[in-house]
């Protein structure tokens, strides 16, 4: 009988419950933080590794924690440099079938068995994202927080794309189909900030922070 509850429905509302009341529990006292996403696959020769360390150091010595999926690749590059500052270094990692290990350089670490549960973690507790080169996962955080900066689920919440040559395409496919086809509205293309400097991506967050202080989870809609 018991066996059978454990793989039942209602035994997994008590999983669930369990992985939200840690994420909140471990991440209350947090303060300001940047979420930073990107490719896996990227290691310490790449460019995009080694920007994503001096992006994250930059934010954490300017007090911004940073959380990262706690993988390899982009995520320990900020996680790394996360390490050289202030703020926290955070990986909230997921439970995959190729067993993804957290990386070396975390403060907190969290592992989570829902995608939903680890996303709404990276919502409720990152004032906006960084996001660096990467595949489908990227992609997904990517679309999952446009989505909700358009609905107004979540309010100012900038969304800064590293490398203007990698995006190039799917930015301006958003405006000669997307816009163009009505898909969405013009407005909605200045979600986004595309960049190349690291100094401009601290200066975004930087004013962004000033002109919402108080809270991680301020933008949050009700």
Do not use: C
Not at 94 to 119: C, G, M, W
């Amino acid at each position: 009988m018991i066996e059978d509850l454990r793989h039942s429905e209602t035994w997994r509302v008590f999983r669930i419950q369990s992985e939200l009341v840690e994420g909140f529990e471990m991440l209350y006292d947090l303060g300001p933080a940047v979420g930073v996403f990107g490719g896996a696959r990227f290691q310490e020769d790449s460019p995009y590794y080694q920007q994503a360390m001096n992006v994250s150091a930059m934010l954490s010595q300017a007090g911004f924690s940073i959380i990262t999926g706690g993988g390899p690749g982009i995520m320990e590059a900020a996680n790394k440099g996360a390490k050289k500052g202030r703020g926290k270094s955070v990986g909230l990692n997921i439970a995959l079938p190729f067993e993804q290990a957290p990386n070396p350089h975390l403060d907190i670490s969290l592992t989570f068995r829902y995608f939903f549960v680890r996303k709404l973690m990276f919502v409720k507790y990152a004032m906006g994202f960084v996001i660096f080169p990467g595949g489908f996962g990227t992609m997904d955080e990517l679309f999952e927080a446009l989505t909700l900066v358009q609905t107004k689920k979540v309010t100012s919440f900038p969304l800064v794309l590293v490398d203007s040559a990698y995006w190039k395409g799917l930015v301006e496919w958003m405006k000669d189909t997307l816009v163009e086809k009505g898909a969405i509205d013009r407005d909605d293309i200045n979600f986004i900030y595309v960049v190349d400097d690291s100094a401009d991506i601290s200066r975004i967050f930087l004013q962004f922070s000033a002109l919402h202080p108080g809270g991680s989870d301020r933008h949050l809609a009700d």
